[in-house]
């Protein structure tokens, strides 16, 4: 059984395009998040829901907008799609949100490879 | 703000060789530290952790000493092998997680 996946695993779209990302963890895990890995493997974080509720939003643009239907999915929404925005995706979850000194380890799914054409 | 910062790579090694890769970090507070690791193709995944001054994480032959006099936590292997390039990140954890830029491991037989 997966831990974390991730649909589509490839995505090439043309510019100016809408496209979503769909992540599901099968953990029990109370924490999701988006991380963005451009093409020098720098890893930054975007987003992290815990229980349905957003608890960081990085500096990313509006176009760009997740949503959590229920504490096992959190998907991920792109308008306007930009040259720029071509990356690898990586869906990841952990048990607990990352306040204090957590210990939590955090869970990737196999990532999305999006490229903008 | 909290940072990490690993040394740059590529790094290539024979096989057996012994491999370090030096991580420091900056945090206000006490973080956990991490090493994950990225396989071609994968996502992360958890080598070892540490989560407070003085722990020791180890897994597969890796180790890393929490050293908080000098902010570090340096990943070792005493003999690498083949199977272990790879892309190695070090990560701390208080309040949100923050990765290092990653460094790549090549192994030539």
């Known amino acids: 059984d997966t831990a974390v996946s991730q649909t589509p695993k490839y995505l090439v779209t043309q510019m100016g395009n809408d496209k979503s990302i769909k992540c599901e963890q099968n953990l029990g895990h109370d924490t999701m998040y988006w991380y963005k890995q451009d093409s020098k493997k720098f890893l930054k974080i975007m987003f992290s829901?815990?229980?349905?509720?957003?608890?960081i939003n990085e500096t990313v643009p509006n176009r760009f907008s997740p949503k959590s239907p229920d504490k096992a999915h959190l998907n991920l929404h792109i308008n306007s799609l930009e040259l720029g925005d071509s990356a690898v995706y990586f869906c990841a979850s952990s048990q607990g949100p990352t306040s204090g000194t957590s210990t939590d380890t955090q869970y990737f799914g196999p990532g999305t490879r999006l490229t903008v054409l | 703000g909290n940072s990490v910062t690993q040394m740059e790579g590529p790094v290539t090694l024979s096989e057996e060789a012994f491999l370090t890769i030096n991580c420091t970090y900056t945090a206000t507070g006490y973080p956990s530290l991490f090493w994950y690791v990225q396989y071609p193709g994968e996502g992360l995944q958890l080598l070892l952790k540490a989560t407070k001054a003085d722990d020791k994480g180890s897994n597969k032959g890796f180790e890393a000493t929490y050293r908080k006099e000098t902010t570090s936590f340096h990943l070792e292997k005493g003999s690498v092998q083949v199977s272990d390039s790879a892309v190695y990140f070090c990560?701390?954890?208080?309040?949100?997680?923050?990765f290092g830029p990653g460094t790549s491991l090549s192994v030539i037989p």
């Open positions: 829901y815990n229980n349905k509720e957003l608890i």
């Open positions: 990560a701390l954890s208080y309040d949100k997680v923050i």
